[in-house]
T-cell receptor, first 115, second 109 residues
Framework: GAGVSQSPRYKVAKRGQDVALRCDPI?????LFWYQQALGQGPEFLTY????????KSGLPSDRFFAERPEGSVSTLKIQRTQQEDSAVYLC?????????????FGPGTRLLVL | GQNIDQPTEMTATEGAIVQINCTYQ??????LFWYQQHAGEAPTFLSY??LDGLEEKGRFSSFLSRSKGYSYLLLKELQMKDSASYLC??????????WGAGTKLIIKP
């Protein structure tokens, strides 16, 4: 595709609900990243995939957060039993190859509000 | 710990020049990126430095000193559309991007 796309763009959830956020990376991009960005802050790393392999999930804040990329393209970030502190923008980025000096291209983000 | 510091907010005048500084302390260094982020939008890539010195790209230039853990982004001939947040990010030894909180740049006519 022309760029990284994410859906939904906005999501309002009641506390305790499960949510699923989708990311479609640029076609052919091997690496995919998920970030969480709070208002007025820089992105915080959540997890990284190389193709379908989740190589780093050290940034996931709790076991309520789960990410997958089963076929090495589209990825889903799932948050179970959402809490108010999960409210943030969730950014997905992809890059052509494995990290190291590769520019990451970002999607527009999903703005999650947990009430 | 890992730390990226940049000013929270800066104000400049249309047509002028502004320099946004970034200092970093990270576990390893594989390069430094500058991204621009307009409110409510995704970050977009501006520049990448891995060697000391100045990289020039049109109205934007980025400088790196690895020995000092320091970089700056220089914006010339400022335009109103340059009003945005500017994010400094360092790739550490694990190839993770460590991000600063961003500098909100306000351009006044």
């Amino acid at each position: 595709g022309a760029g990284v796309s994410q859906s939904p763009r906005y999501k309002v959830a009641k506390r305790g609900q499960d949510v699923a956020l989708r990311c479609d990376p640029i076609s052919g991009h091997v690496s995919l990243f998920w970030y969480q960005q709070a208002l007025g802050q820089g992105p915080e790393f959540l997890t990284y995939f190389q193709n379908e392999a989740q190589l780093d999930k050290s940034g996931l804040p709790s076991d309520r957060f789960f990410a997958e990329r089963p076929e090495g393209s589209v990825s889903t970030l799932k948050i179970q039993r959402t809490q108010q502190e999960d409210s943030a923008v969730y950014l997905c980025a992809s890059s052509l190859d494995r990290p190291s000096q590769e520019t990451q291209y970002f999607g527009p983000g999903t703005r999650l509000l947990v009430l | 710990g890992q730390n990226i510091d940049q000013p929270t907010e800066m104000t400049a005048t249309e047509g002028a020049i502004v320099q946004i500084n970034c200092t970093y302390q990270t576990s390893g260094f594989n390069g430094l990126f500058w991204y621009q982020q307009h409110a409510g939008e995704a970050p977009t890539f501006l520049s990448y430095n891995v060697l000391d010195g100045l990289e020039e790209k049109g109205r934007f230039s980025s400088f790196l000193s690895r020995s000092k853990g320091y970089s700056y982004l220089l914006l010339k001939e400022l335009q109103m559309k340059d009003s945005a947040s500017y994010l400094c990010a360092v790739e550490d030894s694990n190839y993770q991007l460590i991000w600063g909180a961003g500098t909100k740049l306000i351009i006044k006519p």
